[in-house]
């Protein structure tokens, strides 16, 4: 911006040592296009939900507390590899408890460089750069709209300063070791160092605190996508792509980290070598995750992790009757979401659920599609959350524009409702059914307060109204859903564990050999009726005297043939009641 009187005469009316006023000017004086002011408000308007910023923090908690172990098993590691590499070990067990301590003593100034940001939009450390700021910030009354993107912000700086603090516990532990001290000297030496570090011990700190919270500089991949995603069309700095994937190097960061905490981060071991420092780190961070994928599978084996929904309608059906819920973890009597809140290892737990599914499916499946099978629920692990679903709604619509692309629009038109991340939370909270919506306009009234009750409901095989995984009043406020493992019946219950899968109504019906189409209403009132039918015959055969005395198979058979019976029955009733009022038009 033009340097003009006006703005050289207020500026020579400031203090040169109010750093805080100083740069709300700079703020104030720096121009943004319309365009950027507008992907600024759609970004923050999507980021609004409370349990965002939650997420983001609890993940990297999750990931710092992770270094814990994973320090000590590098050391022990290191120690041997050192040796046989004859080279001076870098890394030892001992460091584990500085760091830890470190991790820890860094939560106050965490917290209070939080709030500095929250309150000034900008962290006190680098307000003396006085740099202009990168992306469009909301002044003035308007300063709520940016209110978003501004506690992200402060929860990733929080969990920087620790993380930075608890590696330079970690370094000064090292260099306390290599002299020889021990004990009480090498407390009092680490706390020593600690308080005075050479700004090489810092540089590294600050690099490990943006790889422990996934903000690390992109490579060489991510620049071209964030490139691209910058990239203007028509010459009018509009940027389209902002608004498909607003999101990038953070993503990436998690991907590549998780797959470091995995069996295939041993892979890297062919770029490092085996004489190396880096060797004894990924020789660790990569058992970690073995480690991790093992105790996972004994979870998995014994029903209490999951992976993806089932894709196949009826299985899927079930599998939410039943109280369960993707990609969750049973610990006591609840379901809890681990892909929304823990970063990296969302990936390994994903990993272990997807193989598990693959390998214990029913019937003979050709490795290769076992391999895919696991492999595709690792990906719906990863764009299952705020941060990639633009580009998942994206790739949908591109393959299936009839189906999803009114999705993809109706997300993205959603992003410009004021809050549109908060008023969807508090939806969600306030109306616990599913809703069914069609067309744009009703899909983003479901994420609007009271107005998403006026969208129709989505039914369950039994025509009832399916209910949202959510925990119960403040649990929905959580970063993740803690819903309770209760099938909805004992119905639902039996069902399932007999492994019968009853699919839902179709959509048409086939009158004097015309094949019909079903209004919305009467789509609904054909499943709600043949649903109804079914459970009360199932919940009279599973009640009757006799029931207890079948074996399994038998109980299969009456079952399946009473569901077959109970949908003829239903037809005969809803074409009895209804077929005055059948206006349906042939199928095209």
Known sequence: REVNAEIASDLAKMPEDDLVGLNRFLRGATEFSTADKVSAYWVN???????????????????????????????????????????????????????????????PDGLRRAAYIIRNGFDQ????????????????????FGMPTRIIVAMDRMAKVMNLQAELYALAARQGIREGLSGRELTNRVREIVAN??????????????????????GPFTSQIIGLREADVLGKNFKPLRFVIPFVNLPANIMKVGFEYSPAGFAKL?????????????????????????????LAANGRLTGAAPTEPAKRDAFYRNGKQPFSIKIGNR????????????????????????????????????????????????????????????????????????????????????????????????????????????????GLPIASETVPPKLDVFGREQRRPLGEDWLQFLPANLSKDEPRSAVDAELSRLQIYPGKTSGSMTLKNTQMELTRTQKSDLQRLTGNVMYESLA?????????????????????????????????????????????KPKE
Do not use: C
């Not at 450390?125 to 709520?144: D, I, M, N, V």
């Not at 700004?199 to 690390?216: E, I, L, N, R, W």
């Not at 780190?281 to 480690?291: N, Q």
């Not at 079948?550 to 109970?566: F, N, V, Y």
């Open 335 to 446: 379901w809890v979401q681990y892909n929304q809140f823990t970063g990296p290892l969302s990936l390994t737990l994903a990993a272990t659920a997807g193989f598990h599914d693959a390998f214990t499916e029913k019937g003979e499946i050709p490795a290769s599609k076992r391999i895919a099978t696991a492999g595709s629920v690792i990906g719906k692990s990863i764009v299952d959350a705020t941060f990639f679903r633009g580009l998942e709604n994206l790739i949908n619509a591109l393959s299936d524009p009839e189906k999803q692309g009114e999705r993809f629009t109706s997300d993205l038109a959603g992003g410009f409702v004021p809050f549109s991340g908060a008023t969807r939370t508090v939806a969600n909270a306030l109306d616990v059914t599913v809703r069914d919506p069609q067309g744009i306009y009703e899909r983003i009234k479901t």
């Open 45 to 107: 308007s999507i980021l609004s939900s409370p349990r965002t910023p939650l997420r983001k923090l609890a993940s990297d908690i999750t990931f710092g507390a992770l270094q814990i172990p994973q320090r000590a098993l590098r050391g022990w590691i290191d120690r041997p590899l050192s040796a046989m590499a004859d080279r001076p070990q870098e890394f030892y067990a001992r460091e584990t408890i500085p760091a830890a301590y470190g991790f820890m003593a860094g939560l």
């Open 540 to 584: 009279a055969l599973q009640g009757s005297d006799g029931y207890a005395k079948l074996t399994d198979e038998q109980k299969k058979d009456a079952a399946e043939s009473l569901i077959d019976r109970a949908r003829k029955a239903a037809r005969n009733s809803f074409l009895g009641s209804n077929a005055a009022n059948l206006e349906a």
């Open 197 to 218: 570090p050479d700004p090489a011990m810092v540089g590294k700190a600050a690099d490990f605190s943006k790889y422990a919270t996934f903000t690390a500089k992109p």
């Open 270 to 298: 062919a770029k490092v070598g085996l004489r190396t420092p880096e060797t004894s780190e990924v020789i660790a961070k990569a058992t970690m995750g073995s480690l991790a994928m093992a105790g996972f599978a004994g």
């Open 125 to 144: 450390s680098e307000a003396s750069l006085l740099e202009a700021p990168r992306t469009y910030q909301f002044k003035g009354l308007a300063t709520p």
